[in-house]
């Protein structure tokens, strides 16, 4: 058997949010012999996806630049 990872978390504000889940690094797809570092890395990102999964969120983010007036705009 191979190395597995546990991710878990849960919520102090939105009460019965919380979810354990354990897997192996093969069933991550996660190469057992990676550095620490990128190993590290890695798990992070594939955490992240996890709880987003699970807390079934979908999120837009929008940047709007206001135009600045010119001296030549503003009207005296």
Known sequence: MGKTVTFSFSSTKYKS???TE??????L???E???DKA????IDRIFQA????KLNISYSIVID???AQSSDDIQK
């Open 17 to 19: 949010t919380d979810a």
């Open 22 to 27: 354990t897997f192996t690094f093969e069933n």
């Open 29 to 31: 797809g996660i190469n």
């Open 33 to 35: 012999d990676m550095d």
């Open 39 to 42: 190993l590290k890395i890695e």
């Open 50 to 53: 996890w709880v987003w999964d």
């Open 65 to 67: 630049e206001v135009n």
